[in-house]
């Protein structure tokens, strides 16, 4: 029977070592190239490193909301944040939790940090309220009244807006001052709908019931403020709910406002965008309401077009602070528009805030730390350092333990730092990724890793050579060992790294990151290069001479002689003849 012919198999695909060099010189050059054209010749760096702008915010308790700080709202408000500074175009800003109540925003270097500042800390609590009652925005003297409705008008220095869809709201241009009788209608007309009890006061007689507690703490409240104090126009609002009336200021301090429950709020708002209108010459904020929202709006428009100056306008509050106040002369649907003295950038910044909603919590500013670039730099430095040690230890260690074979290990681990290097600069601007120093700290773990790969191949290879083998039925036999070992070893980083990325925040996703990305890497190194080399040059003379300096030498390693098996003759058996 003739042998069986031997066949390719294995020996096939090992026998082509030249196309798994090309293949991973390809994604090389590739990657390589495709960082240059891009213009990111280095990695993005964190605030550690690069320095910047640090925030800490912390959670306040709401009125009649006890249990509103909870770890869903403090996720929901991190989410948001980060959208808001995302819409600024810085994309490796970090936003995480700090404790229960604190959040940390984290913006490097190279942004506008007052800008960020702003949009981190505003709540942006949107309502449409109806106006019922404005005067000029500083206080009333005790024992005067506010200036009485004369028809005469005074400007309002509050930004106008306009509605538009099926109808248009004029712009305010001017507002009428309202006595003090007036304003007291004004309250009590929003309080009957609440079927409290209020003031008969009519044509400015005398009121012939008790004044209700509520409306009279509202108008105290309201002859008090002084809307030209900063601090005053912050807490005009403050602790009222939506459906209660309230006072507020204008966001100038020029006008202060009696206004009625909220009709409309910013969950009804669908999308905000700031735009130019080459008409006026101006900018504005434009706005779409969802469905719901769009009939609540045509409800509040429909009831104050109906209304006398000054309850024919609604007031869009912002955070407690009237941003526009504008009158509605016929029912309007759809969308809504904000203008006003906006600059570009601060109809931008209204559009952001409003695109992405209200934060479900309101934030105090507790801190604001400047991350100088020099301290990044000395951690940066004092991170390579290590790395270059704990490189330079490695190499030794290869050297004077598997000399020859040291070579490759080195041309090995100088692969997978070009691809990790390549790969971490186009990262940023695709994923918005950026290098912090645990960033770092993985990426020097990483070398141990892939080193321990290149030693598990090169001791598979020298166990075969032990066995009394030649170099390259060695190189093919210890493969398979080699490969399971590899990819079990790395797996287990792999999914360490995965686990502690998921289950952690902020900076140690860093080190998680870098770690998951270069395990990745060493299975790619180690399968398309350093055993297609080491096949390669287990074909020179060097190497496959077993060479004293090669790191396979027989003598060194201990061979032994291939055992033979001798085989074993056997006597012939004599059977009986038969009789």
């Not at 807006?161 to 929003?190: E, I, L, N, W």
């Not at 004044?211 to 002084?226: I, R, V």
């Not at 209304?307 to 009158?327: K, T, Y």
Request: glycine share 10%.
């Amino acid at each position: 029977m003739p042998a069986p012919k031997k066949g390719k198999g294995r020996a096939g695909g090992q026998s082509r070592p030249g196309r798994a060099l090309a293949l991973i010189l390809i994604a090389m050059v590739a990657l390589t190239g495709g960082m240059f054209l891009s213009g990111n010749t280095k990695p993005r760096l964190g605030i550690d490193l690069a320095g910047g702008t640090s925030i800490t915010l912390q959670a306040k308790n709401q009125p009649g909301k006890p249990n509103a700080i909870n770890k869903t709202n403090m996720d929901t408000a991190v989410s948001i944040i980060e959208r808001r500074v995302n819409g600024l175009g810085v994309s490796e800003a970090e936003v995480q939790t700090q404790g229960d109540r604190n959040i940390i925003v984290n913006i490097p270097k190279g942004t506008d940090s007052k800008q960020a500042q702003e949009q981190v800390g505003t709540t942006a609590q949107l309502y449409f309220r109806p106006v019922l009652t404005v005067t000029d925005g500083g206080a009333t003297p005790t024992g005067t009244e506010s200036p009485s409705a004369t028809g005469s008008e005074e400007p309002d220095a509050t930004p106008s807006a306009k509605a538009s869809s099926d109808g248009t709201a004029s712009d305010s241009g001017s507002t009428p001052s309202a006595s003090a009788t007036t304003q007291g209608r004004a309250v009590t007309g929003a309080l009957k709908e609440d079927g409290t009890p209020t003031p008969g006061a009519s044509d400015g007689a005398a009121a012939s019931e008790t004044p209700d507690p509520a409306t009279a703490a509202l108008e105290k409240k309201f002859t008090e403020l002084d809307c030209s104090k900063s601090s005053a126009r912050a807490k005009a609002g403050e602790g009222v709910a939506p459906e209660d009336p309230t006072v507020a200021c204008s966001s100038e301090g020029d006008a202060k406002y009696i206004l009625g429950p909220a009709e409309v709020s910013g969950t009804d708002v669908d999308d905000a965008k700031a735009q130019f209108d080459q008409q006026r010459g101006i900018w504005l904020v434009s706005m779409d309401f969802t469905d719901k929202g769009s009939k609540k709006f045509q409800a509040i428009t429909k009831k104050l077009s109906a209304q006398q100056s000054p309850q024919n306008q609604f007031a869009i509050s912002l955070d407690g602070e009237v941003v526009s106040a504008p009158q509605v002369n016929s029912t309007l649907t759809g969308s809504a528009e904000i203008s006003g003295s906006f600059s570009q950038q601060s109809a931008e910044d209204l559009a952001n805030v409003l695109s992405y909603g209200a934060l479900p919590l309101s934030f105090q500013e507790q801190s604001v730390t400047t991350v100088s670039a020099a301290l990044g730099g000395d951690q940066l430095r004092a991170g390579l350092i290590a790395g270059a040690i704990g490189l330079a230890l490695v190499v030794i260690y290869l050297v004077a333990y598997y000399r020859g074979l040291a070579f490759i290990a080195l041309l090995s681990l100088g692969v997978s730092g070009v691809l990790s290097y390549t790969i971490m600069a186009l990262l940023g601007p695709a994923i918005g990724f950026a290098l912090n120093l645990p960033a770092v700290c993985g990426a020097i773990v990483a070398i141990g890793i892939t080193a321990d790969s290149f030693i598990v191949y090169f001791e598979r290879v020298r166990d075969e050579i032990r066995e009394g083998r030649t170099l390259r039925p060695a190189i093919e036999r210890g493969w398979p060992r080699a490969r399971r070992t590899i990819l079990v070893s790395d797996f287990v980083s792999f999914l360490a790294a995965a686990v502690l990325f998921l289950v952690t925040v902020g900076k140690v996703q860093g080190f998680a990151f870098t770690l998951g990305l270069t395990t990745l890497l060493d299975v790619v190194v180690v399968f398309f290069f350093t055993k297609p080399v080491l096949t390669m040059m287990g074909g020179t003379k060097f190497f496959s001479s077993g060479h004293p300096w090669s790191g396979l030498d027989p003598k060194r390693l201990g061979a032994k002689p291939p055992l033979r098996r001798s085989r074993r003759v056997n006597a012939p058996i004599d059977h009986p003849k038969e009789a």
